[in-house]
């Protein structure tokens, strides 16, 4: 009898384990079909919850503490970008294979339209773009053999910009380098597309240099209010010579830009119209082989430098502006804050970045691959790679000036 309540027992543990490993499978699968809204707790003050800080990690800088404060419920698979919503507690964190966002039927409208997202090579919702109360979503999309990017008005349930296809050359696509840095400025969209291409300087990766093709490219786009939303008109090419740049901002009146470079070599830009960025000619980093970058152009030649290049590469991921709590304390020089995936972690840049001077960089340690970061109400969030979000909180160390 014993020895059959042991045996009893190890079935039951064994078909848990099996549940367990099913639900590990199928459940994320099922639940990044749908984007959901986050609320979160934006009340800091002087009289904050210790025991919430208990709860999260620390980092101290030269001058300041950084706890790190896990928000619930915000599991996905992989990162597409965060929505801002009507209500400045909440948030969506939208999942790549999302088909619904905010009620928004992608599915249905790639469906009407003979579409379907091409879900192959990293693929998938890449940016969630925000343009004067209108939605719009960068995505993978293939129809019939033709596998391209496009831009997507959620909001008006219609095509924005259809991209060409990509060239058939096989193993060398991969989504993860479409790019979906965006910014507004002066009523312009700009947005930065990748070449898609898997590693070096191969098919995919020619087409940043060409003028013709959207891939490669900062693209500029006219904001055009209308009756019914918002349109985006008269696509231009305004920077080239770009590899996989994911993260954009304004800041004053400068654009700047992170880029992935090859291993090594990834890049904070300042861009510019017309000027050329180099890929794949011009790369302080080098082919994966540790070959050097092969260009038929001299080294430099009629290209624009980065602001600053990390070699070894960081896995740059974002850019942000510092919470008022840093730029306050650095008034007088440029504060912007840079995320990265490989070094877990993100970094605060110090500098004139109008005369293209980098003076300081401070790493801070997450302990986490940040995809995206955003500020909300003056406190920084930090989105990993799989959708957990991260409040930081920041206090002035004792005794700093």
């Not at 309540?5 to 099913?22: G, M, N």
């Not at 749908?34 to 001058?63: C, M, P």
């Not at 058939?168 to 380098?177: H, K």
């Amino acid at each position: 009898m014993t020895h059959w309540r042991f045996r009893k027992a190890a079935i039951l543990t064994s078909l848990v384990l099996v549940v367990l490993c099913l639900m590990e499978f199928w459940l994320p699968n099922y639940v990044s079909r749908f984007s959901k809204r986050i609320a979160v707790d934006l009340g800091i003050s002087d009289g904050r919850d210790r025991t919430r800080y208990a709860q999260g990690t620390h980092w101290e800088s030269n001058d300041f503490l950084f706890s790190f404060v896990p928000v619930e419920g915000t599991e996905t698979q992989r990162v597409a970008g965060v929505l801002r919503v009507d209500d400045p507690k909440q948030f969506v964190v939208v999942d790549q294979q999302a088909d619904t966002i905010e009620g928004y039927q992608l599915g249905a409208l790639l469906a009407a339209n003979g579409y379907s997202i091409a879900v192959k090579n990293s693929g998938g919702i890449k940016q969630i773009i925000e343009v004067e109360g209108a939605l719009f979503a960068l995505v993978s999309l293939q129809h019939e053999e033709c596998v391209f990017a496009g831009l997507v008005d959620l909001s008006a349930m219609r095509m924005a910009d259809k991209f060409p296809c990509f060239p058939e050359v096989e193993n060398e696509l991969s989504f993860n380098g479409i790019g979906g840095g965006y910014t507004t400025k002066d009523g312009f969209l700009y947005v930065s597309i990748g070449t898609a291409a898997n590693r070096g300087t191969d098919a995919h990766s020619q087409l940043a240099q060409d003028p013709k093709s959207p891939f490669g490219k900062t693209l500029r786009y006219k904001i055009v209010r209308t009756p019914t939303g918002v349109q985006l008109e008269d696509r231009e090419m305004f920077s080239l010579g770009h590899r996989n740049p994911q993260g954009m901002m304004t800041f004053d009146d400068l654009i700047l830009s992170v880029e992935h470079g090859p291993k090594g070599g990834d890049e904070l830009n300042i861009i510019d119209q017309n000027r050329n960025y180099g890929w794949p000619y011009y790369s302080m980093g080098s082919e994966y082989n540790d070959e050097p970058i092969p260009g038929t152009a001299p080294v430099g030649e009629g290209m624009t430098d980065p602001v600053y290049a990390f070699v070894p590469s960081i896995g740059i991921s974002d850019i942000s502006h510092c919470p008022e709590i840093l730029a306050k304390y650095y008034e007088g020089l440029d504060c912007v804050l840079i995320s990265s995936l490989r070094a877990k972690s993100f970094y605060i840049v110090l500098g004139h970045l109008k005369d293209r001077k980098v003076l300081s960089i401070e790493k801070i340690e997450v302990q986490g691959r940040v995809r995206e970061m955003f500020l909300q109400d003056e406190l920084l969030f930090l989105v990993t790679d799989f959708g957990n979000v991260i409040r930081v909180d920041i206090e002035t160390l004792a005794g700093s000036h």
